[in-house]
């Protein structure tokens, strides 16, 4: 989603919303081991609650707060999140919605939705993409999270939007990212061993340490024979890093990346 400079989602958020679910109703549902979809989380903090393979399909979980510190007592809580299902969550907005530090190893996130199919929508309607129908994380704090082996279905992580997604230190080894615009996110500050890039949508102005060539380049690939044939052919005449650069625009930093 390309946000010009100035436009805001908050007019989006005076439209109707379903009934904010509270903290006790969270508790409830969890006791009784019940999911979330379909319901509005906004705003909630649920730090240190165990949502370890719940569904939040189609929930609205603007501003929602995974961690939690104390200052006063240096205590900070995380959540786990492992193996829930995001799938059509409303993430976007221009506030933060805080999965900082959080486990979410094998979690599902992104949309059933194809990025191109949605943009082509959108673009046809001629309507501008509010937070329900951009297919972005926009705001999504996932720094120093583990998100090993999750999977990100048609997402747009906002690179250059001024809302992308933050996810330093994030561990994205064995991630699967496919149908994505990846474009303009700085992977360097992540871990990517094992990443798997499938049918991106672009990578453009992505940037990446020079350590990370190898994996970022294995990791792509195309559902299409075609296309994975032709991939593979210029793969092979150019190499790794010129693949990289020259075909996908990626950005290959020469100074070590930080551990």
């Not at 989380?41 to 939690?68: M, S, W």
């Not at 976007?92 to 486990?103: E, I, L, M, S, W």
């Not at 080894?173 to 990517?192: K, L, R």
Request: proline share 2%; net charge negative; charged share 30%.
């Amino acid at each position: 989603m390309n946000k010009a400079e100035g436009e805001s989602f908050e007019a989006e958020r005076t439209e109707a919303e379903p009934v904010m679910i509270t903290r006790d109703v969270v508790v409830e549902r969890l006791r009784n081991d019940e999911h979330f979809e379909n319901t509005n989380l906004q705003d909630l903090n649920l730090a240190g609650f165990n949502l370890e393979n719940r569904k939040f399909c189609g929930a609205d979980i603007r501003g929602i707060h995974l961690y939690e510190y104390d200052s006063a007592t240096g205590q900070e809580t995380k959540t786990n999140i492992r193996g829930a299902d995001f799938t059509d969550t409303v993430i976007a907005d221009t506030g933060t919605t805080d999965f900082f530090r959080v486990d979410a190893e094998g979690a599902g996130f992104g949309y059933t939705e194809s990025l191109i199919d949605r943009r082509k929508r959108l673009e046809d309607a001629g309507t501008r993409p509010g937070p329900k129908d951009c297919g972005g994380v926009f705001g999504f704090d996932g720094s120093e999270g583990n998100f090993k082996k999750t999977r990100w279905s048609n997402v747009d992580f906002g690179g250059n939007s001024g809302y992308e997604a933050i996810l330093n230190k994030a561990d994205f080894s064995e991630a699967i990212i496919s149908g994505s615009d990846s474009s303009g996110m700085d992977f360097s500050i992540m871990e990517i061993h094992g990443i798997q890039i499938v049918d991106p949508v672009s990578l453009r102005g992505m940037i990446i340490s020079k350590e990370q060539v190898g994996d970022l380049c294995n990791g792509i690939s195309y559902t299409d024979e075609e296309k994975q044939g032709a991939f593979l052919e210029k793969k092979e005449g150019l190499g790794a890093r010129r693949l990289l650069t020259e075909h996908f625009g990626v950005i290959v930093k020469e100074t070590e990346r930080a551990k």
